[in-house]
């Protein structure tokens, strides 16, 4: 039953909400043969190519006060910083001796960084490294400045939307912040021509199995070219200090559900998964990832970027990932590659 409703999604590559439905809640006997399943739609579309993004998290000063969130505006534990220009192209040009072909530049939401200062860095770090994809990862901003981040020259943007259900966004977001707006950005993203990235906590606080059939619902309408999750974590300076994590297998599960719903997107593997699981990222790839972001951050600032608790390689230099992964990928049948790692729909911008 369960695994002709699995077979009926890779062919279909959509479901309805009880189909869906019925899927989360059953996972326990299909884990296996999802992952089987996505694996091969992955290897169908990318092939055994893992992506590599260098992820260089530049701020965490944060006007947002997410009830989630280490460097939400009211944690005034979180020892706050700003990467210069200087050490972020600086942070670019040893990523790219390591091979990386993308970059992502990952901030909270820090008016510091306006337009005035992200454009010019955009092209510095484009001129520096032309055969490079650069993908910014900086909150929600005006149509206006999106416009402009994009001419300047970036060229996909993470924005996860975090729940498809308003109530419960409005639960995980209290104060200023509304659903309306974020789905608008991504929207606005999307329409100004960046690669854009969608996503989502997996087992974040008041999240349910309808809620979850529902993103599926959502992800397979916007069509995102990526697609971000990872478990909901702790952090022991929030209000949810004393909610339980998501776990490794919702995860993982949901992992494979995306890909068989959104053949062509490219799905990381990501740091959170790894941090609750220390097979997590190998499992990924074996349930249809294909995209890793390891850390390019400066090895003195890793461990003040904690979104949630115990996160993994705050003091591991980034050479040092690299090799850790390259092992890990080749267990899995599967090999890094050096590539900017477009999407299949995106290989050359105009
Ligand atoms: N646990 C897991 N993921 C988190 N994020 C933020 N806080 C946490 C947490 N406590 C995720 C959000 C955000 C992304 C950058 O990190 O989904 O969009
Ligand atoms: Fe950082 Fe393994 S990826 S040490």
Same mark, same amino acid.
């Not at 209290?174 to 329409?191: A, F, H, I, T, V």
């Not at 997107?265 to 990222?281: M, S």
């Given at each position: ?70 460097? /939400?505006?009211?944690?005034?534990? +979180? !020892? #706050? %910083?700003? @990467?210069?220009? =200087? ?60 416009? /402009?981040?994009?001419?300047?020259? +970036? !060229? #996909? %943007?993470? @924005?996860?939307? =975090? ?188």
């Amino acid at each position: 039953m369960m695994t002709e409703l699995l077979d009926k999604l890779k062919t279909e590559t959509v479901l309805d909400r009880d189909g869906y439905l019925s899927l989360i809640r059953n996972r326990a006997q299909i884990r296996e043969y999802a992952a089987g399943l996505a694996g091969t739609v992955r290897d169908e579309v990318y092939g055994k190519k893992i992506f590599i993004r260098g992820l260089i998290e530049f701020t965490n000063y944060c006007k947002n006060n997410c009830s989630y969130c280490g460097i /939400r505006a009211g944690n005034d534990k +979180a !020892d #706050r %910083y700003r @990467l210069t220009p =200087e050490e972020i192209t600086g942070c670019a040009d040893s990523g790219y001796e390591l091979g990386f072909r993308t970059f992502v530049l990952q901030g909270g939401e820090d008016a510091y960084f306006g337009d005035d200062i992200l454009v010019p860095l955009i092209k510095d770090i484009k001129a520096r490294h032309p055969d490079c994809a650069l993908t910014l990862s900086v909150g929600e901003r005006s149509y206006e400045s999106y416009r /402009r981040l994009y001419e300047a020259g +970036a !060229d #996909r %943007y993470l @924005l996860r939307h =975090e729940t498809v259900n308003r109530e419960h966004y409005g639960m995980l977001h209290p104060g200023g912040m509304s659903w309306d707006n974020r789905m608008q950005c991504l929207r606005n993203l999307k329409e100004i021509g960046f690669q854009t990235g969608a996503g989502f906590m997996v087992g974040s606080p008041g999240q349910t199995d309808e809620d979850l059939a529902d993103e599926l619902l959502f992800l397979k309408e916007l069509k995102p070219e990526m697609v971000g999750i990872g478990p909901f974590i702790p952090h022991k300076d929030t209000p949810f200090a004393d909610r339980p994590a998501g776990t490794a297998e919702l995860t993982l599960f949901l992992l494979s559900l995306i890909r068989l719903t959104l053949p062509d997107v490219l799905l990381p593997a990501t740091t959170a998964l790894a941090t609750v699981d220390p097979k997590g990222r190998e499992l990924a790839i074996e349930g249809g990832a294909n995209v890793l972001m390891p850390n390019l951050s400066p090895v003195n600032v890793r461990g003040k970027y904690l979104l949630y608790d115990d996160k993994i390689c705050t003091g591991e230099e980034a050479a040092q990932c690299i090799e850790c992964l390259k092992t890990r990928v080749e267990k899995t049948g599967c090999e890094i590659v050096t590539d900017r790692g477009d999407h299949i729909d995106r290989k050359v911008r105009n």
